[in-house]
Structures are given as structure tokens and as C-alpha cells.
């Protein structure tokens, strides 16, 4: 799967502006990691340095957490697996071409 489909775009509740994101659940398909969903949580985003509404935040009403596009690419790092490492560089070719694929792809719908 192709991280690109993963992004959704929401309006951030610390800031109130829209941004990108990626889901913990989504996040945690994506790379399928050998632990559970909640060891997953509690190690790459819970208790890690990453700073609660900024880098992210939980969403109550589908019970994940919100990534930004930062968060994500720390997590991928963390994981450090083959697969983690392959979501990491469709990201970076998506900050690179900034996010023209998902921009278009919000004109057209």
C-alpha cells in the first residue's frame, strides 16, 4: 500500500488550521509491526519525545491518534525495518514534490 493513501487532511485543534495527517491505526497497518497496537501506541508515540498537540494528538471520536507528517517520519524511523524505511522515502518524495499528488487529487473531487 502506498502511504500517499493513508494522508488525510483535518483541521488541526490546537492550531484550527487544516493539515495533514495519518492516523495511528492506519500508520500501524501500514507498517505491521510485531507488536500489539497498544505496545505500538505506549513505544512510538505515547512515550516517545514526541510533544502531545503538536506533533500529535488523539482523536476521541475513532479512538487513534492524529500523526502530523513530522510525527510520522519519526515513527517510521523508530520502527527501522525494511518496510518502515520504504514508507519513509514514499513520504519524503511526497514532502518533495509538496504533496502536489494529494493537492491535485482534493481539486479534482
Known sequence: MNI????????????????????????????NPDVSYKTFVETNITWSKLRENIDYHYNETHDTYNLGISAVQAVL??????????LFHQLSDLISSGFAPLVNKQNLG
Open 77 to 86: 524511523i523508530l520502527e527501522n525495518t525494511d518496510k518502515s524505511w520504504t
Open 4 to 31: 500517499a493513501n493513508t494522508i488525510i487532511k483535518i483541521q488541526n485543534p490546537a492550531t484550527q488550521k487544516r493539515q495533514f495527517f495519518i492516523t495511528s491505526k492506519k500508520l500501524y497497518n501500514l507498517i
